[in-house]
């Protein structure tokens, strides 16, 4: 296991694939992408955001975490790059159901932005997620790689 293991290649490669894609869908960078790939990574993963993503497995599982987000969720990179994206989400079938709906609603138009909903911890501790932004990840040739999602602001309800 590296010490820093948002620095591999597939987790460079992960972030190029987010940021490019966010670029995308809102015309905006997330993060100054004048920097090498290396250094955009590492930026990325120590910005004052929390962003995720997962792939396109039938039941998806996270490939990137942000440092924000790993501390938020109670999580270590490892952990979360073997969670199904579901579990970040209370069991019941409603909220189920609402964020698959989410994740449906972003497939059909590329992006969805200021969702709220209420996530879990590692812990069973719930998380309030505000104005989060959801987009869809697409490789170089147009192809969906998975979906992203970034956001800042939190209410930690328990």
């Not at 579901?86 to 609603?105: F, K, T």
Request: aromatic content about 10%.
């Amino acid at each position: 296991m590296t010490t820093q293991p948002w620095l591999t290649p597939a987790a460079i490669a992960q972030v190029q694939l987010i940021l490019d894609s966010y670029h995308h869908w809102f015309g905006a960078d997330l993060i100054d992408r004048s920097e090498s790939p290396q250094k955009q990574a590492a930026i990325l993963f120590d910005a004052p955001l929390v962003v995720f993503s997962h792939g396109t497995e039938a039941d998806p599982i996270y490939n990137y975490g942000s440092r924000l987000g790993l501390e938020l969720w109670e999580r270590s990179w490892e952990e979360l790059l073997q969670m199904p994206s579901r579990q970040s989400a209370e069991p019941s079938a409603q909220v189920q159901a609402e964020r698959n709906q989410l994740l449906a609603s972003s497939r059909s138009y590329g992006f969805k932005t200021g969702f709220s909903g209420v996530r879990i911890t590692k812990s069973g501790k719930r998380v309030r997620i505000e104005d989060v932004k959801l987009w869809d990840l697409l490789d170089p040739a147009g192809n969906y790689r998975g979906q992203a999602a970034v956001y800042s602001k939190w209410t930690n309800l328990d």
